[in-house]
């Protein structure tokens, strides 16, 4: 008997490296869950839940939101989803975040997109976003159907607070002192695969023929 092995990934990267883009094209083809803790903090300001309000001036600034709190989140929502593979976009974003993360899940795979600061700042002015359901446009890469509106909902799409240009340079700075630790604490593990480039649509068949070889592999493995 085969037993499937449940996939435990994560996707990583610079803010605006295409990382909610590859997540969708990842779990519409392998079928994994997907949890983006940017979706779920903006899903709780649009909400106005006691966290969103709390958290709101925080993300505003380009900041990160508190280790225990963001860990405490992300947590209870993959306890609700332990049955089924998973994908995990924007969390883990520090160190203490990846080993509160460990304690709980063994992660197989890791994947880092590794795009210039450059590119991210040019593409990051013109990101739309569909608040509910976390999906993103670009006004020149994948433009909606109809300016503005969601292709799926035909809801209006919404311009985020935090990707004003002082915004988007304070959160690539947090980035480089906050997240790049994360990275080597996962090549230290052995289970970190890179790929680089500046334009999604080239990077994503490496990602996809790495994952086909990745999850056949792991499910051999449990057989
Ligand atoms: N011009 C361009 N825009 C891209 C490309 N890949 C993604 N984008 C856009 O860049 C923005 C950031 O991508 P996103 O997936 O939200 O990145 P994340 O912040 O890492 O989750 C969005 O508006 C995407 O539509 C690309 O190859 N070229
Ligand atoms: N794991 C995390 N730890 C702390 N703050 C986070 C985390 N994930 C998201 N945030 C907060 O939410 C904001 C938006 O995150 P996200 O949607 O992942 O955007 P991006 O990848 O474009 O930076 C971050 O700038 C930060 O303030």
Not at 52 to 58: A, D, I, P, R, W
Not at 76 to 84: A, G, K, T, V
Request: proline fraction near 6%; aromatic fraction near 6%.
């Amino acid at each position: 008997m085969v037993v499937q092995r449940l996939i435990r990934a994560v996707i990583m990267g610079p803010p605006g490296s295409g990382k909610g883009t590859v997540s969708g094209r990842i779990i519409k083809t392998f079928g994994l869950q997907h949890i983006s803790s940017g979706d779920i903090l903006r899903a709780n300001i649009e909400e106005k839940t006691e966290l969103g309000l709390l958290m709101k001036s925080c993300i505003d600034q380009g900041q990160l939101v508190p280790d225990a709190i963001m860990s405490r989140i992300i947590l209870s929502n993959l306890r609700r989803i332990d049955h089924s593979g998973w994908l995990l976009d924007g969390f883990p974003r520090t160190v203490p975040q990846a080993e509160a993360l460990d304690q709980a899940y063994v992660i197989d795979t890791v994947i880092n997109l590794d795009v210039p600061f450059q590119t991210i700042k040019e593409r990051l002015t013109s990101r739309w976003t569909h608040i509910a359901s976390g999906r993103v446009y670009n006004t020149d890469f994948n433009p909606p159907k109809v300016p503005g509106l969601d292709n799926i909902t035909g809801e209006p799409l919404v311009q985020r607070d935090d990707d004003k240009p002082e915004t988007v340079t304070r959160r690539l700075k947090s980035y480089e002192t906050q997240t790049e630790p994360v990275l080597e604490y996962y090549r230290s593990k052995g289970v970190l695969e890179s790929f680089s480039g500046t334009e999604t649509n080239k990077i994503w068949p490496h990602v996809e023929a790495f994952l086909h070889r990745k999850f056949s592999s792991l499910s051999q493995r449990a057989a």
